[in-house]
Each structure stands twice: as structure tokens, then as C-alpha cells.
């Protein structure tokens, strides 16, 4: 996919920073590409759109949207562990209480069987970011934690 290395950078931004998610959708709107890991960037984007607005019906509608926008990712491209990182980020964050966040338990089992084996696709630096993302977001038990830190020790160290 073009212009993926951009997207990786922005979307680490985009959480932080309302100006990133503007620059992440402008790059979204460039892009050609609209199956799998492309879909799930724009999945995340429209999550991005509602973190950043304070109206709480367009937050909710947002949501939705890039639920059901992870869905149809995830059904074409299972497999891609970016994808389900990307999945994973956004209902880690997202209230519990709105039943959006079924999927955190599969995505984390599919991101620590998946990451090591997925390093050519995603590149060293995006998987010590999801790595150590998921090693902070507390929903690891420790021995996952303790993996997950071994592994990126080890990366950091080549």
C-alpha cells in the first residue's frame, strides 16, 4: 500500500494531536487502496474523528462507523497482525460500557502470536511501537508483559 510508512507515522501522532488526524485522513483521501490494513487505517481514523470532537452523539456515530469498518478489515484480512493492532489501539481506548471492545482479548492473543512472525511485514520500528504499546496498555498478564519486554529488548539490541 502507498504512502503506508506515513500512515504508520501519523496514526502514532493522530491520538495526541488533532492536527496529525487531519494530516492522517488527508493521506487516507490520497490513497487508493481501500481493503484490509487500508480499511482498517480509515477504521481508525474515523475513531481519531471522535476522540477529538466533543459532541457525544458524533463521538458515538464515529465509533460505529469505525467498528463496523474494523469488522469488514478483519473479515478480509484476518491474519495481518498491523491490522489487529490497529483494532486493538482503538477499543483499548474506547469505554467499555459502549460494547465496542469485545475483540481486545483475540486481538492481543493474535498480536503476541503474530508479531515475532510478522517483523519483515511491519518493519522493526511499527513493531517495537505495537509491542511496547501493548506491553503498557495493561491488558497483558505479566507473563505477556515479560515476553513482550524480552522481545523488544531484543529487537532494540540488533
Known amino acids: 500500500?502507498?504512502?503506508?510508512?506515513?500512515?504508520?507515522?501519523?496514526?502514532?501522532?493522530?491520538?495526541?494531536?488533532?492536527?496529525a488526524t487531519e494530516h492522517l485522513g488527508k493521506i487516507l483521501s490520497e490513497t487508493t487502496?481501500?481493503?484490509?490494513?487500508a480499511k482498517a487505517y480509515r477504521a481508525a481514523y474515523e475513531a481519531l474523528l471522535a476522540k477529538h470532537s466533543l459532541d457525544p452523539f458524533f463521538q458515538f456515530s464515529q465509533l460505529q462507523k469505525a467498528n463496523n469498518l474494523f469488522f469488514e478489515a478483519v473479515r478480509e484480512d484476518s491474519n495481518c497482525v498491523e491490522l489487529r493492532f490497529l483494532r486493538f489501539s482503538?477499543?483499548?481506548?474506547t469505554p467499555e460500557f459502549l460494547g465496542m471492545s469485545l475483540q481486545l482479548t483475540a486481538d492481543r492473543k493474535h498480536i503476541l502470536a503474530q508479531l515475532p512472525i510478522q517483523i519483515d511485514t511491519v518493519g522493526k520500528k511499527t513493531t517495537i511501537a505495537i509491542a511496547e504499546f501493548v506491553r503498557d496498555s495493561k491488558r497483558c498478564f505479566p507473563q505477556e508483559q515479560r515476553r513482550l519486554q524480552s522481545f523488544i529488548d531484543t529487537l532494540k539490541a540488533e
Do not use: I
Not at 3 to 14: D, G, I, K, Q, S
Not at 33 to 37: F, M, R, S
Open 1 to 19: 500500500m502507498e504512502n503506508l510508512p506515513e500512515l504508520r507515522r501519523f496514526y502514532f501522532e493522530a491520538s495526541e494531536s488533532e492536527q
Open 33 to 37: 487502496d481501500t481493503k484490509g490494513l
Open 90 to 93: 482503538v477499543q483499548h481506548r
